[in-house]
């Protein structure tokens, strides 16, 4: 077994046990989690526990004096790092690097409200360089998989499905209208292709499990994207 397929099988095992972790300390709710809830494609329960370990990582965080945008920026260059890895054909370490760019894409919030520098131009940044990430990440795709133009279109659907997720969300903020719920938000994207990534690792040299998962993407966020834009077209005559 390669060093990337043992990195691989590492991650998700040391994902459970972490959860399970979590499940072992005191019950907590978390607004946001609650606020925007859970799908089949990531449970709203996994997601609560998750946020557990965030809050631990945010006190610590503020104490050691990290700001915020230097998380952000952390989580950018770890995005950069995962799509690099990924164009190489090291898709057990693109997983491990996707996985802990999501995680300081979670923990900047945290610190930010933690330390009372929560601001909406930090919002803005936060969810500007997110796109990046993701924009890396396929990126990488598109370079190992090149020279075959059926998976590359694969990709860039996946990835234009994300965005469009993430616009709906958007445009229901600038319109006042609370976010529809939906399918394939950014944590489960996230989630679903660290997966994708790990198992094709252990299964190296097949590709098959990315590729599934980058077709339930492609799939379902395009789905959730149509419903969400739907849903506030109704809501904006409705008002």
């Known amino acids: 077994m390669t060093l990337d397929a043992s990195a691989g099988l590492a991650l998700p095992a040391a994902a459970l046990v ?24 990531l449970g709203e329960r ?56 999501g995680l300081c894409d979670g923990l900047d919030g945290a610190v930010a409200r933690r330390a009372g520098t929560a601001s909406p131009a930090g919002a803005v940044l936060d969810s500007a360089l997110d796109r990046y990430v993701e924009f890396f990440y396929c990126a990488g795709l598109l370079v190992r998989f090149a020279g075959q133009t059926p998976v590359q ?51 190296s040299p097949s590709d098959l499990p990315l590729l599934l998962v980058l077709g339930v993407i492609a799939v379902f ?4 994207a149509a419903l969400r834009l739907r849903a506030l077209v109704a809501a904006s005559v409705r008002g």
Not at 24 to 37: I, N, S
Not at 65 to 89: H, N
Not at 221 to 224: E, K, N, P
């Open 18 to 41: 972490l959860l399970a972790l979590a499940a072992l300390g005191p019950a907590a709710t978390h607004a946001r989690v609650t606020r925007e809830g859970g799908t089949i494609f």
């Open 153 to 203: 279109l694969l990709v860039l659907v996946a990835l234009f499905g994300g965005f469009m997720v993430t616009y709906s969300t958007a445009k229901a903020e600038a319109l006042g209208l609370p976010p529809p719920r939906g399918w394939m938000k950014r944590p489960e994207r996230l989630v679903w292709l660290i997966g994708g990534a790990t198992v094709s690792a252990a299964l």
């Open 221 to 224: 966020a395009h789905l959730s």
């Open 46 to 101: 996994v997601m609560q526990r998750a946020y557990r370990w965030i809050d631990l990582l945010a006190r610590a965080a503020v104490r050691l004096g990290l700001r915020a945008d230097t998380i952000t920026w952390l989580s950018v260059v770890l995005g950069l790092v995962a799509g690099v890895l990924a164009a190489l054909g090291h898709l057990g370490f693109s997983a491990w690097a996707l996985a802990l760019s």
